[in-house]
């Protein structure tokens, strides 16, 4: 029941523009982030990332931190843009792949992580 739910909840401290935070992803919280502005669903903040990227959150997803950072420039994915009815406008990811040749000249791709795809040794032959 509800009562008993409430008898030890508490309600969190809210967050100040400017504050540095940690976002949550998972169990962890690897994210550094900055609070841009409070959005207009409840308990929830504008958050600029350590990565250039903005992202809205739950109160409850947000960690407040003494860490400072310094953003980095976007390069390969434009970032969110926070419109002022709170709504953000996303544009697509641009997920890059280049062309490689391993060892035995054979064609491989490299994604954008930097991660080395080799097509299986079964589907060397194979012709579309």
Known sequence: MKKYHDIHAKNLPSLDKGQ?????????????????????????YIVKTEKGSFIRRN?????????????????????????SSGIKETSQLHLRRTDVRDNNNEQCVRTRSGRVVKPPAYLRNFVH
């Open 20 to 44: 540095h935070v940690r976002v949550r992803d998972g169990k962890t919280w690897p994210l550094k982030g900055k609070v841009m502005e409070k959005a207009q669903q409840p308990r929830s």
């Open 59 to 83: 109160r409850k997803g947000l960690l407040a931190s003494p860490e400072m950072f310094e953003p980095q420039e976007m390069s390969d994915i434009e970032s969110e843009i926070p419109t």
